[in-house]
């Protein structure tokens, strides 16, 4: 992944890119990234703030043979990625605190690091691909209002710039490996040991804030479709479909 590279100094947004390259047939890997984005975007509809100089937007163009409904399971393979990429550069600065919020946000000393935003292409029942766009923030110093007590980079973390390139190889090389795993079993069997190791929330209890229930809990792990596994006070245990609920911490 990550073979043949798109670089923008300022584009609207890489996500928007990679989706408009795959409807004009590019290969799977392709990778767009960009300085700074005008109309970064965010999940349920946000809005992502990318100035230039100082963090990642990048996103990558896949072609799964795997059916719609296991795309979601991607987002996770990425978020284990990053997980691992930033820690293989030292620029956790040897803080053990980066961690997976499940299901696909990195947190760091308890405040996002990182977003991720998947977006499927289909026709008729086929995947036809999938975006799937990656936002670190490396050297930012200052976020919008909404987000200032919540966010953070790595730059405010490790108390040093970090170089950008270096940390998009290490991501992107850990990606392939775990995409390949994934692709092997069609599901997370053979990375949800490692990915629940990550989880900020493992062992902790969680507020599960369904639809239709809302109740307390114990986060476990994920087993092989990316569900979250928790233990109820009841002692009986769920798995949550990160679609149906949000999980706080309690
Ligand atoms: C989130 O809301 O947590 C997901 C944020 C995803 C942001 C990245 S930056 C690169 C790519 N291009 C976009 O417009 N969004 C994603």
Not at 67 to 78: G, H, K, N, R, S
Not at 234 to 244: H, K, N, R
Request: with cysteine; glycine share 10%.
């Amino acid at each position: 992944a990550g073979r043949n590279i798109v670089y923008y100094d300022s584009v609207d947004s890489t996500n928007l890119r990679i989706k408009q390259m795959g409807d004009e047939g590019a290969p799977e890997g392709t990778l767009a990234v960009a300085d700074k984005q005008t109309a970064g975007r965010g999940r349920r509809g946000r809005s992502w703030d990318s100035p230039s100089g100082s963090s990642i937007y990048m996103s990558l163009l896949l072609r799964p043979k795997i059916e719609p409904d296991q795309a979601p399971m991607l987002t996770l393979v990425m978020a284990l990625s990053v997980a691992e990429g930033i820690m293989d550069c030292g620029d956790s600065c040897g803080n053990p605190d980066v961690k997976i919020k499940w299901p696909n946000d990195i947190i760091i000393n308890g405040k996002k690091l990182v977003g991720i935003l998947t977006e499927m292409s289909t026709q008729i029942d086929y995947i036809n691909h999938v975006t799937i766009g990656v936002g670190i923030n490396v050297n930012l110093t200052e976020f919008p209002e909404e987000i200032r007590e919540t966010a953070t980079s790595l730059r405010l973390e490790c108390g040093h710039v970090v170089k950008r390139a270096p940390l998009i190889a290490a991501v992107m090389k850990r990606f392939e490996q775990n995409y390949t795993v994934f692709l092997e079993h069609g599901d997370l069997s053979g990375l949800k040991e490692r990915y629940s190791e990550l989880l900020v929330n493992k062992d902790r209890e969680v507020r599960i804030l369904g639809a239709k229930e809302q109740y307390n809990a114990y986060a476990l792990g994920i087993n092989q479709t990316g569900e979250l596994i928790v233990r109820k006070e009841d002692g009986t245990e769920e798995a949550v479909y990160a679609g149906e609920v949000s999980v706080r911490g309690v």
